[in-house]
């Protein structure tokens, strides 16, 4: 089984749509939980760390069950420039230092 | 400013062949990566470094050796490369255990 499976899409969605990603992860150890982005061609950046209680940056809402070990990121309001592979990625803390586990990526494409 | 360079940004050579691949990182991260990026955009790590030392080694072929001669350095050395060698290799920095930074990859094509 893999560490984090991710929906690949591709998610094809109009300019102000809200489109939601989901993940699932499957090391219960797990500690840290973050979404990457990743634009064609271009190295993969960090978007936002996820938190239990949930969290928000502007547009952007990630969300953790960890119950469920559960991971989702929700995109209000889409802009052209959302368009990109987005990664889901967890510490799997197996080591004990920072071994991050990265999803396959879900590809957005927003459309005018 | 550039925080993770690597070099080169593109590499086509031939199967068999041996090659290098640098990483800086001007952060002063403790922790330094390696991952490689397939044709199905699947990323994985290889190794880790932290402070020079090799903390993580994940199954990774032994023809491949990473050198990290200080801190704000880690190569990649690659022996006898092989056709399903052709991927990108992104080398990363981090604190031990905060954000990882990406340089912008090296597109390594073997023919």
């Known amino acids: 089984r893999k560490e984090v499976e991710q929906d690949p899409g591709p998610f094809n969605v109009p300019e102000g749509a809200t489109v939601a990603f989901n993940c699932t992860y499957s090391?219960?150890?797990?500690?840290?939980f973050f979404w990457y982005r990743q634009d064609c061609r271009k190295e993969p950046k960090l978007l936002m760390s996820?938190?239990?209680s949930g969290n928000e940056d502007g547009r952007f809402t990630a969300q953790l069950n960890r119950a469920s070990q559960y991971i989702s990121l929700l995109i209000r309001d889409s802009k052209l420039s959302d368009s990109a592979t987005y990664l889901c990625?967890?510490?799997?803390?197996?080591?004990?230092?920072?071994?991050?586990?990265f999803g396959t990526g879900t590809r957005l494409t927003v459309i005018p | 400013d550039t925080a993770v360079s690597q070099t080169p940004k593109y590499l086509v050579t031939q199967m068999g062949n041996d090659k290098s691949i640098k990483c800086e990182q001007n952060?002063?991260?403790?922790?330094m990566y390696w991952y490689k990026q397939d044709s199905k955009k699947f990323l994985k790590i290889m190794f880790s470094?932290?402070?020079?030392?090799?903390?993580i080694n994940e199954t990774v072929p032994n023809r491949f050796s990473p050198k990290s001669p200080d801190k704000a350095h880690l190569n990649l050395h690659i022996n006898s490369l092989e056709l399903g060698d052709s991927a990108v290799y992104f080398c990363?920095?981090?604190?031990?255990?905060?954000?990882?930074?990406f340089g912008p990859g090296t597109r390594l094509t073997v023919l």
């Open positions: 990363a920095s981090s604190p031990f255990e905060g954000e990882q930074f």
């Open positions: 090391n219960s150890a797990s500690q840290s």
């Open positions: 996820v938190y239990s």
């Open positions: 990625v967890v510490n799997g803390r197996q080591t004990g230092a920072n071994n991050l586990f």
């Open positions: 952060l002063g991260h403790d922790t």
């Open positions: 470094y932290n402070n020079k030392e090799l903390i």
